[in-house]
T-cell receptor
Framework: KNQVEQSPQSLIILEGKNCTLQ??????????LRWYKQDTGRGPVSLTI?????NTKSNGRYTATLDADTKQSSLHITASQLSDSASYIC?????????????????FGQGTRLTINP | GAGVSQSPSNKVTEKGKDVELRCDPI?????LYWYRQSLGQGLEFLIY????????KSGLPSDRFSAERTGGSVSTLTIQRTQQEDSAVYLC???????????FGPGTRLTVL
């Protein structure tokens, strides 16, 4: 079964600290993995996209890693800011001719709710 | 440039009423998606439009749900005879082409009393 599991479900850290969010998936065959940030009351916004051959990709203070062998990804946030408080959603896209969920065969994780306290 | 817009931002309706939710995708984007996000839940795919092709309706939860995309641009999601379990945030996204990154609108929060 194609699944995306994220952990932790929620996380609270102090401003300025670093944190790492995890995403494990079973989607196969794999095409790419995206991390989205969703502020409360807003739509998700893409942070990074990684394909099979990419191990690390950075976007400012956000660094995503991908291990396609173990089917694991992480999102590391450095020097957290209050504005980082949001839900972070891992989305895995499969490939191939079989449509599972929409045109892109997308499988969404449940998200990690991150709260940054001053 | 303008992003994806949705209207209304909030909709409160009574059980049994019909509702229409609107999505204006980014100009030039050929792909348009509707998702539903219930409280504390992940995104649930509903329907996908690609150009003039027949839409992928595989995610629609029941025949009370339907969607149209007129002129390859604006889309309307219609929910007939609303039920309390339809209460959720309905998100629309568009992408330049089929496999590109999706850009999401702010969503419409639907509350069915």
């Amino acid at each position: 079964k194609n699944q995306v599991e994220q952990s932790p479900q929620s996380l609270i850290i102090l401003e300025g600290k670093n944190c790492t969010l995890q995403c494990n998936y079973t989607v196969s065959p794999f095409s790419n993995l995206r991390w989205y940030k969703q502020d409360t009351g807003r739509g998700p916004v893409s942070l990074t996209i990684m394909t099979f051959s990419e191990n690390t990709k950075s976007n400012g203070r956000y660094t995503a890693t991908l291990d396609a062998d173990t089917k694991q990804s992480s999102l590391h946030i450095t020097a957290s800011q209050l504005s980082d408080s949001a839900s972070y959603i891992c989305v895995v896209s499969g490939r191939g001719g079989v449509i599972i969920q929409g045109a892109q065969k997308l499988v969404f994780g449940q998200g990690t709710r991150l709260t940054i306290n001053p | 440039g303008a992003g994806v817009s949705q209207s209304p931002s909030n909709k409160v309706t009574e059980k049994g009423k019909d509702v229409e939710l609107r999505c204006d995708p980014i100009s030039g984007h050929t792909a348009l998606y509707w998702y539903r996000q219930s409280l504390g839940q992940g995104l649930e795919f509903l329907i996908y439009f690609q150009g003039n092709s027949a839409p992928d309706k595989s995610g629609l939860p029941s025949d009370r749900f339907s969607a149209e995309r007129t002129g390859g641009s604006v889309s309307t999601l219609t929910i007939q005879r609303t039920q309390q379990e339809d209460s959720a945030v309905y998100l629309c996204a568009s992408s330049l082409a089929r496999w590109d990154t999706q850009y999401f609108g702010p969503g419409t929060r639907l509350t069915v009393l």
